[in-house]
C-alpha cells in the first residue's frame, strides 16, 4: 500500500518568506497528486492537483507544486507567502494499479505566517 | 444550499449512548466517503461508497457503522463509543468514486465529536 510522508510538521514564516513543503510517496507505479489546505474554521478545500503532463502545476492563490518521478516527491512552493496563507497543508496520492485507488493523505503540516 | 454539508457540528457522548452523523452532498457526485481527523496524525479513511463498491477498511471498530441509502446522503452510526474515538469526523464526496476516479474530493466541515 502506498504511504504519504510529510516532513515538516510545523512551519513559522515571516511574510514574503518563499515556502516549500515536503511530500514523498512510497509507491511506483502511476500516481495522482494532490494538495489540499485547511483555513482556520473552515473545509478541507483542493489547493491543487497533478494528473498528468507537464509536471509543474499551478493551483489557487499562487501555489505551484513539482512532480519529480525520480524521487518520489510533490513538493508545494510559494515564492512569496502572506498571513492569509496561515492554514493546514495535506498531501495526498492516488495510485494505480495494483495500489488503492483511495487517497491516502500525509500526517500534514501547520503553517502559520506572521504579519 | 451547495457543497457538502454535515450535522451535527459537535456532539458530546456518553460511552453508553447512540448517535449518529449525517452527511449530505449536493453536487450530484456517486462517491462519498468518511475520514477520521485526530490531532497529530493522517488523515485515516473509515468507508467509501460508490456506486461501484462499497469498500470497508477492516481496522475500523464494529462501534462505527456506515449507512448510505442514496449517493447524497451518508450516515455515520455511532454505539458504545470510546473516549480515544473523539475527533474530528469528515464527510467528503467525489464525482466518480470508481478504480480510475481521478476527480478531486469536495470535504464537509466535519463533526467534532467528544466522547466522555
Known amino acids: 500500500a502506498q504511504s504519504v510522508s510529510q516532513h515538516n510538521h510545523h512551519v513559522i514564516l515571516s511574510e514574503a518568506a518563499s515556502l516549500e513543503l515536503g511530500c514523498n510517496y512510497s509507491?511506483?507505479?502511476?500516481?495522482?497528486l494532490f494538495w489540499y489546505v485547511q483555513y482556520p474554521g473552515q473545509h478541507l478545500q483542493l489547493l491543487l492537483k497533478?494528473?498528468?503532463?507537464?509536471?509543474l502545476v499551478k493551483g489557487i492563490k499562487g501555489f505551484e507544486a513539482e512532480f519529480i518521478k525520480s524521487k518520489f516527491s510533490f513538493n508545494l512552493r510559494k515564492p512569496s507567502v502572506q498571513w492569509s496563507d496561515t492554514a493546514e497543508y495535506f498531501c495526498?496520492?492516488?495510485?494505480?494499479?495494483?495500489?488503492?485507488?483511495?487517497?491516502?493523505f500525509g500526517r500534514g503540516t501547520s503553517l502559520i505566517v506572521h504579519p | 444550499e451547495t457543497g457538502v454539508t454535515q450535522t451535527p457540528r459537535h456532539l458530546v457522548m456518553g460511552m453508553t449512548n447512540k448517535k449518529s452523523l449525517k452527511c449530505e452532498q449536493h453536487?450530484?457526485?456517486?462517491?462519498m466517503y468518511w475520514y477520521k481527523q485526530s490531532a497529530k496524525k493522517p488523515l485515516e479513511l473509515m468507508f467509501v461508497?460508490?456506486?461501484?463498491?462499497?469498500?470497508e477498511n477492516n481496522s475500523v471498530p464494529s462501534r462505527f457503522s456506515p449507512e448510505c441509502p442514496n449517493s447524497s446522503h451518508l450516515f455515520l452510526h455511532l454505539h458504545t463509543l470510546q473516549p480515544e474515538d473523539s475527533a474530528l469526523y469528515l464527510c467528503?464526496?467525489?464525482?466518480?468514486?470508481?478504480?480510475?476516479?481521478?476527480?478531486?474530493?469536495?470535504f464537509g466541515p466535519g463533526t467534532r465529536l467528544t466522547v466522555l
Open positions: 467528503a464526496s467525489s464525482r466518480g468514486g470508481g478504480r480510475f476516479d481521478t476527480d478531486t474530493q469536495y
Open positions: 509507491y511506483g507505479g502511476t500516481v495522482n
Open positions: 497533478y494528473f498528468s503532463g507537464d509536471p
Open positions: 495526498a496520492v492516488k495510485a494505480y494499479p495494483g495500489g488503492s485507488y483511495i487517497p491516502t
Open positions: 453536487l450530484g457526485h456517486n462517491a
Open positions: 461508497y460508490s456506486l461501484e463498491e462499497r469498500v
